[in-house]
């Protein structure tokens, strides 16, 4: 495999055993060394684990994005290994209410806001000094911007950049019943990549969101063979059934959110920022 990562430190929040997994494996199979960060802590030491046992190199921390003071520790822990980043996974999720507004208790609406948007506001804010020394020449210059910076790329290189990716959702696209509340949180997180994309531009810090649609791990699907036994019928069924609203005809596996998140960890996104990426087979057009 190519390593676009090579070098690289790569910050995991939120890594769960889908697609945060995924993302470990894949990235450090890139050559980036990966920070696995989750509430669980024995879930983190466990990819971390098979990252090392894939031959990569992996540290495993608990967070919970919600605790500035736990947000804090991370950064600290990872200080303790390297004096830059040169990316950042924002990734943490909860099971949003799923009611009407109307049924929904403002608490559970906080809460989502809480983890999603405040919860990358804080992570970002405590890394921003790691990422700004990511993003910085390999001399310890300044990130270069202007003339400069268009220079580097005629030359065929791309400038030293580093990057954060905010994990958003495809329920920005669509105002159905019950995902009211989850709409509200991750339509905030777009916004707040968008800001901190402006902000943080002139350190050498791109900011982008992936909105994924359905993602065809075990969690979901357990979820299918649930509806399979409730209203009858087989999995296959239940996916044909999902499948019919996609352009493919086919839902995302997590490899496939995987690698466009890894592309803008890489140089190769190097001029992408401030862009929401929509990977969803086709259910909706951007």
Do not use: W
Request: with cysteine; charged share 20%.
């Amino acid at each position: 495999m190519t390593e676009n990562l090579s070098s690289k430190t790569v910050v995991i929040v939120g890594a769960g055993p889908g697609f945060g997994r995924t993302l470990a494996l894949q990235a450090a199979a890139q050559g980036a060394t990966v920070v696995v960060a989750a509430r669980t802590e024995s879930r983190v030491v466990e990819i971390a684990e098979e990252v090392r046992a894939a031959g990569g190199s992996a540290i495993a921390a608990a967070v919970d994005a919600t605790d500035p003071e736990s947000v804090r520790a991370l950064r600290e822990t990872v200080e303790g290994h390297t004096d830059a980043v040169h990316g950042l996974v924002y990734s943490a999720f909860a099971v949003p209410s799923m009611k009407p507004l109307a049924q929904t208790d403002h608490e559970q609406i906080s809460r989502g806001i809480d983890l999603s948007v405040l919860g990358a506001l804080r992570t970002t804010q405590e890394f921003t000094a790691l990422l700004e020394a990511g993003a910085a020449p390999a001399t310890g210059a300044a990130p270069a911007t202007g003339a400069a910076a268009a220079t580097d790329s005629a030359t065929g290189a791309a400038p030293a950049s580093a990057s954060v990716v905010m994990m958003a959702s495809a329920v920005i696209h669509h105002s159905r019943e019950r995902y009211a509340g989850y709409k509200i949180a991750k339509t905030a997180l777009v916004a707040l990549g968008h800001s901190l994309a402006t902000e943080l531009g002139p350190r050498g810090i791109r900011v982008n969101t992936v909105a994924p649609g359905y993602i065809y791990g075990e969690t979901l699907k357990a979820y299918f063979e649930h509806l399979a036994t409730k209203y009858g019928g087989t999995v296959d069924d239940v996916y044909a059934h999902t499948a019919e609203k996609m352009d493919l005809r086919r839902l995302p596996s997590e490899r496939e959110i995987v690698d466009p998140v890894l592309f803008l960890l890489s140089d190769a996104a190097s001029a992408v920022t401030g862009q929401t990426l929509t990977v969803d087979c086709g259910e909706f057009h951007t």
